[in-house]
């Protein structure tokens, strides 16, 4: 019931909210883009994980034993405390920023779409949907039982990835090429290796399933996930 009251009152606000919001992201957008690196450190590519996650939790410990060494009588690790906790909210809210400009709340960007996929042991029919067989070149998109691949074909030589970005669900099979052995996400520009779906370049911070690929003894082709 109070929670009813509270989403009708925050969703109230969307009329000045949502402008606002669209015109911080554009700003912040303009600012840290352009650095692909400084973007991808604050996201956390590096780490594999979100780095804002990581330091938020840092103010709330380091204030909490400011307050109690206050009470306690003992002022220097208080102060050296409470420094520690304003420079771990400007961290904070430069990697939140970072975040933010990906509309991370309103996709569920950062959140890895693969975390619960089963890794597989079984070989899994492709399903070319219509076609008479894996184009050369690529990305193509095609089937192998619930999961939809992003293949690339040299030769006989096939490259498979998941087809849904693990960074935001942008669609891999539409995105390019890159340097020969890495797949570009269209949306917001997320680099996989081929061979194995390691995260190259953010704002991804997850590695994307790869899959292996191979002739069917029946004719046709059939994939099985790499291990990861
Ligand atoms: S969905 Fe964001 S980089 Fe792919």
Same mark, same amino acid.
Request: charged fraction near 20%; proline fraction near 6%; charge should be neutral.
């Given at each position: 019931?109070?929670?009813?009251?509270?989403?009708?009152?925050?969703?109230?606000?969307?009329?000045?909210? #949502?402008?606002?919001?669209?015109?911080?992201?554009?700003?912040?957008?303009?600012?840290?883009?352009?650095?692909?690196?400084?973007?991808?450190?604050?996201?956390?590519?590096?780490?594999?994980?979100?780095?804002?996650?990581?330091?938020?939790?840092?103010?709330?410990?380091?204030?909490?034993?400011?307050?109690?060494?206050?009470?306690?009588?003992?002022?220097?690790?208080?102060?050296?405390?409470?420094?520690?906790?304003?420079?771990?909210?400007?961290?904070?809210?430069?990697?939140?920023?970072?975040?933010?400009?990906?509309?991370?709340?309103?996709?569920?960007?950062?959140?890895?779409?693969?975390?619960?996929?089963?890794?597989?042991? #079984?070989?899994?029919?492709?399903?070319?949907?219509?076609?008479?067989?894996?184009?050369?070149?690529?990305?193509?998109?095609? #089937?192998?039982?619930?999961?939809?691949?992003?293949?690339?074909?040299?030769?006989?030589?096939?490259?498979?990835?998941?087809?849904?970005?693990?960074?935001?669900?942008?669609?891999?099979?539409?995105?390019?090429?890159?340097?020969?052995?890495?797949?570009?996400?269209?949306?917001?520009?997320?680099?996989?290796?081929?061979?194995?779906?390691?995260?190259?370049?953010?704002?991804?911070?997850?590695?994307?399933?790869?899959?292996?690929?191979?002739?069917?003894?029946?004719?046709?082709?059939?994939?099985?996930?790499?291990?990861?």
């Amino acid at each position: 019931m109070l929670g009813r009251y509270v989403t009708r009152a925050v969703d109230a606000q969307v009329r000045w909210s #949502k402008p606002l919001g669209d015109f911080n992201r554009r700003w912040l957008g303009a600012l840290i883009r352009p650095i692909r690196p400084i973007q991808d450190f604050l996201n956390g590519t590096w780490l594999g994980h979100p780095v804002h996650a990581v330091v938020t939790d840092v103010p709330i410990g380091a204030m909490t034993v400011s307050i109690i060494a206050d009470l306690i009588g003992q002022p220097l690790v208080a102060d050296v405390t409470m420094m520690l906790g304003v420079l771990a909210m400007v961290v904070s809210a430069v990697t939140g920023a970072a975040d933010y400009i990906d509309i991370v709340y309103l996709v569920g960007t950062n959140v890895n779409r693969h975390a619960w996929r089963g890794a597989g042991t #079984k070989w899994v029919a492709i399903d070319l949907g219509g076609l008479p067989d894996i184009p050369q070149g690529g990305p193509t998109k095609v #089937k192998a039982g619930i999961n939809e691949l992003a293949v690339i074909r040299e030769g006989d030589r096939i490259l498979a990835l998941h087809a849904q970005c693990a960074h935001a669900g942008g669609p891999l099979a539409e995105g390019a090429i890159v340097g020969g052995d890495r797949l570009e996400c269209p949306w917001h520009g997320s680099r996989y290796l081929l061979a194995n779906g390691h995260v190259v370049r953010g704002p991804a911070m997850y590695d994307q399933p790869a899959y292996e690929v191979r002739r069917a003894d029946g004719g046709g082709w059939e994939a099985r996930r790499q291990p990861a």
